[in-house]
T-cell receptor, first 108, second 115 residues
Framework: RKEVEQDPGPFNVPEGATVAFNCTYS??????FFWYRQDCRKEPKLLMS???SGNEDGRFTAQLNRASQYISLLIRDSKLSDSATYLC?????????FGQGTTLQVKP | DAEITQSPRHKITETGRQVTLACHQT?????MFWYRQDLGHGLRLIHY???????NKGEVSDGYSVSRSNTEDLPLTLESAASSQTSVYFC??????????????FGPGTRLTVL
């Protein structure tokens, strides 16, 4: 079983749609969590950290449920520029553990 | 501006050759990491370093080595390249201080093909 699991998608949504990505992690000792964004053939970039209380950054909302070992990312009012792969990441003993990524395609 | 660079950006080599991929960061970060990214596997950690003269093996370290002689550089060496090492390689760095978020900043990647 992978330590961080995501549905690879692709998710194909129209502009303006709301889309949610889910992620599960297997090691309860994981300390912190992040969502990274990766555009095609480019390097991953931090999108946002994920806190137990939930956090929001503009159209993006991230949630963490430690009891269920579950992380989510909600994107509201999708833009064409949101098309990318979203990587769910756990921090464990100082090292980042990456999920496989979920691909989002926003269509006009 | 501070940054992290990798060179070369693209490399084609032959099986059995030694290859070194360079990574250089100007943030003065203590922590540096090497990952490979393959379809179906996401990013996997190869080696990492928490400071000068410190190196550690990651999840997929076989066939790779690193050295850390200064803060800025962590070169990755493939001792004898194999076709299974064809991949995209990313270097990353992060701060190491109390209260830091451990955010890793990635270089642009090196696309390596082993024929």
């Amino acid at each position: 079983r992978k330590e961080v699991e995501q549905d690879p998608g692709p998710f194909n949504v129209p502009e303006g749609a709301t889309v949610a990505f889910n992620c599960t992690y297997s090691n309860s000792a994981s300390q912190s969590f992040f969502w990274y964004r990766q555009d095609c053939r480019k390097e991953p970039k931090l999108l946002m950290s994920v806190y137990s209380s939930g956090n929001e950054d503009g159209r993006f909302t991230a949630q963490l449920n430690r009891a269920s070992q579950y992380i989510s990312l909600l994107i509201r009012d999708s833009k064409l520029s949101d098309s990318a792969t979203y990587l769910c990441v756990a921090l464990l003993t100082g090292k980042l553990i990456f999920g496989q990524g979920t691909t989002l395609q926003v269509k006009p | 501006d501070a940054e992290i660079t990798q060179s070369p950006r693209h490399k084609i080599t032959e099986t059995g050759r030694q290859v070194t991929l360079a990574c250089h960061q100007t943030w003065n970060h203590n922590n540096m990491f090497w990952y490979r990214q393959d379809l179906g596997h996401g990013l996997r950690l190869i080696h990492y370093s928490y400071g000068v003269q410190d190196t550690n093996k990651g999840e997929v370290s076989d066939g790779y080595s690193v050295s850390r002689s200064n803060t800025e550089d962590l070169p990755l060496t493939l001792e004898s390249a194999a076709s299974s090492q064809t991949s995209v390689y990313f270097c990353a760095s992060s701060e190491s201080r109390p209260g830091s978020t451990d955010t890793q900043y990635f270089g642009p990647g090196t696309r390596l093909t082993v024929l």
